[in-house]
């Protein structure tokens, strides 16, 4: 399980999983440092088939990038 959400005055992306043995963490992206468009928004969705080994991110980003990103985990 994942969320997903923009941080901070800098609207960097962030995730947090969870795992049985930790709980609720900070994900990778955090480190990915992605900032988006101040007006963007975003949204996650997984394989058709349940599985959870990837996870698409869709994104704005920066520089009035029209274009919608996709970040695959």
């Known amino acids: 399980m994942a969320i997903y959400y ?3 005055p800098l609207n960097v992306l962030h995730e947090y999983t969870y ?3 930790g709980g609720w963490v900070l ?3 955090h480190t990915l440092n992605i ?3 101040p007006t963007s928004s975003i949204t996650a969705a997984h394989n058709c088939d349940g ?5 698409h991110v869709f994104y704005q980003g920066r520089c009035h990038d ?3 990103k996709e970040l695959i985990k």
């Open 51 to 55: 599985s959870y080994k990837h996870i």
């Open 35 to 37: 900032k988006l468009d």
């Open 27 to 29: 994900g990778y992206l």
């Open 6 to 8: 923009i941080d901070g």
């Open 66 to 68: 029209l274009l919608h």
């Open 19 to 21: 795992t049985s043995k």
